[in-house]
């Protein structure tokens, strides 16, 4: 008995590898090449030391090396961090225990033991081909996407992923002074790059994941050496009351932008408005949208975390299927074929590519639904919006949001979430506390009733305007839906005192 129970672990085992989010991906007819090198920036310092980093590096080759496999990956992402410290099996089980989700040893050696597409070596397919720096989620590091850039690299493109942390400090700071250390590690790994690769330094790309999304859109604001973007749920995040933080000193070292000439796709979960995230969309509510060339790809049902495409085929390999692996497999495989075929649009002047981006809608199901066309009817309708709330015309601007929502089109409803934040902060930092509590709660929770950093901010409000009995409701609301939220249990505590 026992031995028939072990061998039907073991088939069920390895049917869930063969349902790896690999077999969707349509890779390239290039072999493919992974390798890191060391970077150091003696022109700077951060946290007063060198700044320093391990890059890594995925692009076509003539003739593949050695496999490699997912524990090659997992250890190169430990000794940059680690870097003078052996990493083990053991060390390494309990490291994608910690941060992926807790498996058994067995099913995670499935995982280190799984081949990936990429050789530990080859030669370069050949020079001045185009150039793709990778910016990571905050203090992420190389990893979290390679699939993505494995893709890429296999239909023709030198992928390379900066990390967000140092040898010597693993952690990023999260306000500006992060944000400028990263825009400086991308453009210095930009080019240490284009000399290592041979690249084509007139056809760079930046692709960015979370912080790294919004990083890599300032980067190439910054430089004109970069001039097609790519930003996956692009956000800076912050404490939970960010919202009384002006966080559009921001913006003050960027702030002398118009439009710009390059192309940025912008992919985004459309059923996420979240309080704690900035996005480069917010440049088109200070007046500085930077890309002529814009284009937004909605995904619907999706989670922060299911971007990247480690933890997608962690789960999976590991044996653990959920409700949305199908959807999370479509989606990303998608969003992987939108972003080549952007990227193939602008940087190698494919005209296929550029006529299959221009259309409208590319998938369409219960599941999930995908727009896809340029954003000035989004950022035309986000600014008329964003002045009636500031003026005060909150049953206008009502108006529009209801509209807006009603036709459906997605690449619309996704900003509105950072106007409330923007409108809601010019309110309160001016102690326009009145139009802060009709903004709350005629349109704020109108939308998300249910939301706990909604409710939170209506009872911030409610205390500035002596409403304290509105303003426990408002608290009491919000922790019946995160009981444990720190921040929300104190600010009621105070009003029961």
């Known amino acids: 008995m026992r031995f028939i129970i072990c061998f039907i672990i073991l088939i069920s ?36 030391k060198t700044r320093s980093f391990r890059l890594s590096a995925w692009y076509p080759v003539k ?49 280190l033991d799984f ?18 720096i990778y910016s990571v989620a905050y203090n992420g590091g190389g990893m979290e996407n390679f699939a993505v850039c494995e893709f890429l690299a296999s239909h023709g493109f030198v992928v390379v992923a900066v990390p967000s942390f140092s040898f010597d400090r693993p952690l990023m700071d999260s306000e500006l002074i992060g944000l400028q250390t990263k825009v400086n590690d991308l453009q210095f790994a930009l080019a240490e790059s284009i000399k290592r690769f041979s690249t084509n330094d007139k056809s760079v790309g930046t692709i960015g994941f979370s912080n790294g999304g919004w990083a890599d859109v300032v980067f190439g604001m910054l430089d004109s050496r970069v001039n097609t973007i790519v930003s996956i749920e692009g956000s800076i995040a912050f404490r939970d009351d960010h919202y009384l933080y002006d966080y559009r000193k921001l913006f003050e070292p960027f702030s002398n932008f118009s439009f710009l000439n390059g192309s940025l796709l912008e992919i985004r979960r459309t059923a996420y408005y979240g309080t704690d ?41 590991t044996g653990i299927s959920s409700d ?3 959807i999370r497999t479509k989606q990303l495989t998608v969003m992987c074929n939108h972003i080549r075929q952007f990227l193939e649009a602008k940087l190698k002047n494919d005209p296929d590519a550029e006529n299959q981006l221009k259309a409208p809608v590319k998938s369409q199901s219960d599941d999930f639904r995908l727009s896809h066309y340029p954003a ?26 209801l509209q807006s929502l009603a036709d459906d089109s997605l690449a619309i ?19 326009r506390y009145q139009d802060a509590w009709r903004l709350v709660n005629e349109i704020i929770l109108y939308v998300y009733p249910n939301d706990r950093r909604s409710l ?42």
């Open 277 to 317: 995230a900035i996005s480069p969309n917010e440049y088109t509510l200070t007046g500085h949208v930077p890309y002529t060339d814009s284009y937004y790809l909605g995904l619907k049902n999706m989670q922060h975390g299911s971007f990247m495409s480690i933890t997608l085929i962690y789960d999976q390999i």
């Open 376 to 401: 000035k009817k989004m950022i035309a309708i986000g600014e008329d919006y964003y002045n009636l709330l500031r003026s005060g015309k909150i049953d206008d601007a009502k108006q529009i949001l």
């Open 413 to 431: 409803p996704f900003s509105y979430r950072s106007i409330f934040n923007v409108a809601f902060q010019d309110f309160y930092l001016n102690q």
């Open 456 to 497: 939170t901010l209506a009872g911030d409000v409610a205390v500035q305007m002596n409403r304290i009995e509105d303003a426990k409701k408002y608290y009491r609301q919000a922790l019946t839906i995160e009981p444990d939220h720190q921040r929300t249990r104190s600010s009621l505590d105070k009003l029961l005192r």
């Open 63 to 111: 003739n593949s090396g050695q496999s490699v496999q997912m524990r090659d990956y997992i250890r190169a992402e430990r000794t940059a961090i680690d870097f003078d410290t052996p990493v083990t099996d053991q060390s390494m089980i309990e490291y994608l225990r910690s941060e992926y989700g807790d498996r058994s040893d067995e099913q995670i050696k499935l995982f």
């Open 115 to 132: 081949k990936v597409k990429a050789a530990s070596n080859g030669t370069i397919l050949m020079k001045n081909l185009p150039l793709i």
């Open 324 to 326: 949305d692996a199908t």
């Open 13 to 48: 085992l390895g049917k869930s590898q063969e349902i790896n989010f690999y077999n969707e991906l349509k890779f390239g007819p290039h072999a493919i090449a992974f390798e890191q090198f060391d970077v150091i920036d003696y022109s700077r310092t951060y946290r007063n």
